[in-house]
Structures are given as C-alpha cells and as structure tokens.
C-alpha cells in the first residue's frame, strides 16, 4: 500500500494564530481527502483535492501530486479546530474510496 | 442528498459473542461501501470493501467477515468476538466519481 506521513503529529495554538499541516505520500495517488474528527469520533469531509488548491473560509488546502504531498492551512485558528485531522489517499487506478490514511494531526487551540 | 446510516453508535460485548453492525446508504445507488477499523492510537485501516450485491474483498486477514444482502446495506459480523476487536468502526461510501463519505461510527467494546 501507499505510505502516508503527516506532521506534525501534535500542535498546539493560540486561538486566532494560523497554523500548516502536511501530508506526504509515497506513490501517485488518484484521491487525496483531508478530514476532521470530532471528539465523537465522526470523521467530517474537508477536502477532495488530488491536485490544485481549494478554499473554504478560514480553511484552504493545495496538493502537488508531482512532488507527492499536500498541505492544509487553517488560519484564524478557533477553539472549534480543535480535534485530530487526517489526510488519506488512494492509489491511482483504484476505487476511491480504498483510501490509506495518515496518523493525524492532533490540534489543540487555547483560548 | 446522500446519507449515511450506522448503528448501533456503542457497544459492548463479552468475549466469543457474536457481532453484527449495519450500515445503510440513502439518496444514491450502486454505491461502493468500506468497512474501515481505527484501533488505540489514531489511523483508519480498510477491513473489507464491496463493489455490489454480494461482491466483497478483504483487505487483511481477520476474525471478521462482512456481507452485502442489498445494493446499500453493508454488515460487518463475527461469529466470535476477541478482546483484540475491540475498536471504532466506521462505514464509508463512495461513487465512482466521488469522494468518500463516512457515517457516524460504533464504537465497539469486548470485555
């Protein structure tokens, strides 16, 4: 299977700093999805972002497949980030939802 | 639109017990539909996915098996739990086109 790094693994924010996670992996890939789990364990859909860049308010994320990593930016950051965010890919010719997932970033903002 | 169903949300159960989860997918068809297991610590790992009615591959060895009666139900089941069981199951869907969606998850204990 792919092989998927991210980092850092723990981070820890001053409410309204802004913040950069990173997702390497080790083969080309045709999915590449960014999650945020709840502290109810619910895994909540950030982004689907194989290649380019996508924002969503305070939330943006870019993907360079050719270079095998993407990269989540969280600006403003709200004590409602707070919670572990995954990235997880899936190998190119496979269904798209086999994805392999990272350990997580878990992301604690203070108030 | 599309949702996702799992239940039940928690459970425990003794040691060589039976097991069975469901997941249900309303709003689409044909869906693709994963069996995904996080375990203590923080990654996903794909138990078993399932293409159609009665099509199902496994993605590791285990003492689970999972089944598809209809095109948007999906079972995860064993016929004898083991403490190692233990976990946070969470059903998944997907399209060809789409990117993947997760239900709620059950957490699942084995005392």
């Known amino acids: 299977g792919i092989q998927v790094e991210q980092s850092p693994p723990d981070l820890i924010l001053q409410e309204g700093a802004n913040s950069t996670l990173r997702c390497n992996f080790s083969?080309?890939?045709?999915?590449l999805q960014w999650f945020h789990q709840n502290p109810w364990g619910q895994l909540i859909n950030l982004f689907y972002?194989?290649?380019g860049t996508k924002q969503n308010g305070r939330l943006s994320a870019t993907t360079v497949a050719t270079e095998r990593y993407s990269l989540l930016y969280i600006s403003s950051s709200q004590t409602t980030d707070s919670g572990v965010y995954f990235c997880?890919?899936?190998?190119?010719?496979?269904?798209?939802?086999?994805?392999?997932f990272g350990r997580g970033t878990q992301l604690t903002v203070w108030p | 639109s599309q949702t996702i169903h799992q239940w039940p949300a928690t459970l425990v159960q003794p040691v060589g017990s039976p097991l069975s989860l469901e997941c249900t997918v309303e709003?689409?068809?044909?869906?693709?539909l994963y069996w995904y297991r996080q375990a203590a610590g923080r990654g996903l790992q794909l138990l078993f996915y399932?293409?159609?009615?009665?099509?199902i591959s496994s993605e590791v060895p285990q003492n689970l098996s999972a089944s598809r009666p209809q095109d948007r139900q999906f079972i995860l089941s064993s016929k004898k739990l083991l403490l190692s069981d233990s976990g946070f199951y969470l059903c998944?869907?997907?399209?060809?086109?789409?990117?993947?969606?997760f239900g709620q998850g059950t957490r699942l204990t084995v005392v």
């Open positions: 998944a869907w997907t399209r060809m086109d789409t990117e993947a969606f």
């Open positions: 083969d080309s890939v045709n999915n």
């Open positions: 972002i194989p290649s």
């Open positions: 997880a890919v899936a190998h190119r010719g496979s269904t798209l939802g086999r994805l392999y």
């Open positions: 709003g689409t068809s044909n869906p693709n």
């Open positions: 399932s293409v159609g009615i009665g099509q």
